[in-house]
């Protein structure tokens, strides 16, 4: 029984590309790495950006209320986005208070 030339070098061509599609699965199978800081840096960066939204939601207003922006959907949308993150920065808050009131009760 003999293989045709054009099966074989069908064969060869997905040899070859199994190396590629193996070294593209590994990749994605990799853990990503751990953040560089801690509970204290990805909490300032959190408030951080929750100032950011409120202080452009600020300036949208006030460029709203000054006549300089028609845009309504765009203000609607900067309003809710800053306060849906005030409301979980609020949550988050509450939740380290309690945290932080159990501990304080705590007998050791």
């Given at each position: 029984?003999m ?41 300032t ?64």
């Amino acid at each position: 029984m003999m293989i045709s030339p054009l099966a074989l070098n069908a064969y060869k061509t997905a040899l070859s590309q199994t190396g590629a599609i193996d070294a593209t699965v590994s990749k994605s199978l990799t853990k990503p790495a751990a953040p560089a800081g801690g509970f204290g840096q990805t909490l300032t960066d959190s408030l951080t950006t929750v100032n950011n939204m409120q202080n452009e939601k600020d300036d949208m207003v006030e460029a709203f209320a000054a006549g300089k922006s028609q845009n309504v959907h765009e203000l609607m949308i900067n309003l809710q986005k800053a306060g849906m993150a005030m409301q979980m920065t609020t949550a988050v808050r509450g939740k380290v208070l309690e945290a932080y009131k159990e501990l304080v009760k705590m007998q050791f």
